[in-house]
């Protein structure tokens, strides 16, 4: 944060792309650290889940002797989004002790979760915050019985509070965007809002013909698509199944550049055989 901070504010143009050069070598490596985390991650999952049909438990946490402290809360977040349940992912910290930070979803308040399994097995927590949708703990006492525990508690919270309904992901979308919106001013006008919790950010659904499909990355599906008479670009990021040839897509608009040409991109973030 330090190297940021000192980046942006900085009259030197050459400490500036000296400082901007250590950010992007730093976030390389996050990004790797990152993508063997989720491996290690799908291997647990695989394990408490051997079936493909096997539903997830109410709330899911994990820990990996190779896990990394830095990242847990965006491992957390992606293991959330994959499977709609609470997450939370721990890591050895410098002391010593397990490090965990976890994400929420709609109808379970992570901080008032930690709370209450702090009062039902005192001394498993050494300290705890956050709030609705994030919250961050270290376990106290031994690491392996306290992990379990701490799984378990999760487990009973998350069984007591949440419904089918709840666990049911459910995206809510403002439906399809008329052509004439479909254009970079509508982008920079919807970038320029702050959105958030309970007001978020606006998603669309149309049906689509998809005209092409390829992997990039190996992990994310890029598509070439027919949208009212006209081709659009889309990318689907973290999604290496292919769609069918028509599609219901969700989707949020981004502007896209390239060789120094900007164009319209459909972000999407699920979809429906049609």
């Given at each position: 944060m330090?190297?940021?901070?000192?980046?942006?504010i900085t009259d030197d143009a050459g400490r500036a792309a000296h400082l901007?050069?250590?950010?992007?070598?730093?976030?390389?490596?996050?990004?790797?650290?990152?993508?063997g985390m989720r491996e290690l991650a799908e291997l647990t999952l695989a394990r408490l889940m051997p079936e493909s049909d096997t539903p997830p438990p109410s709330a899911l946490a994990l820990f990996d002797e190779a896990f990394h402290e830095?990242?847990?809360?965006?491992?957390?977040?992606?293991?959330?989004?994959?499977?709609?349940?609470?997450?939370?992912?721990?890591?050895?910290?410098a002391d010593g002790r397990l490090k965990g930070s976890g994400r929420s979803i709609a109808g379970f308040h992570l901080r008032d979760a930690l709370d209450l399994m702090s009062k039902r097995h005192p001394g498993l927590l050494l300290r705890f915050g956050g709030h609705a949708m994030a919250a961050g703990c270290t376990l106290a006492g031994d690491e392996d019985?306290?992990?379990?525990?701490?799984?378990?508690?999760?487990?009973?919270?998350?069984?007591?509070?949440?419904?089918?309904?709840?666990?049911?992901?459910?995206?809510?979308?403002?439906?399809?965007?008329?052509?004439?919106?479909?254009?970079?001013?509508?982008?920079t006008l919807l970038d320029a809002q702050v959105w958030g919790q309970g007001f978020e950010a606006p998603m669309f659904c149309d049906e689509v013909q998809v005209l092409q499909q390829r992997l990039v990355g190996d992990k994310h599906m890029k598509l070439r698509v027919r949208?009212?008479?006209?081709?659009?670009?889309?990318?689907?990021?973290?999604?290496?199944?292919?769609?069918?040839?028509?599609?219901?897509?969700a989707y949020r608009l981004s502007m896209d550049e390239w060789n120094g040409r900007q164009r319209v991109q459909m972000v999407v973030e699920a979809a429906e055989g049609a």
């Open positions: 330090t190297l940021g901070i000192e980046c942006l901007a050069a250590q950010l992007d070598t730093i976030n390389r490596e996050r990004r790797d650290v990152e993508a830095g990242v847990v809360g965006i491992v957390a977040g992606r293991v959330k989004d994959r499977f709609h349940r609470p997450s939370f992912v721990f890591a050895r910290g019985a306290a992990f379990d525990i701490f799984d378990q508690a999760l487990r009973q919270v998350a069984n007591e509070w949440l419904d089918t309904a709840t666990l049911t992901r459910r995206l809510r979308t403002d439906g399809p965007l008329q052509a004439e919106w479909f254009n970079p001013a509508t982008v949208l009212l008479g006209a081709e659009r670009d889309a990318i689907w990021f973290g999604h290496d199944q292919p769609l069918p040839d028509r599609a219901v897509l």
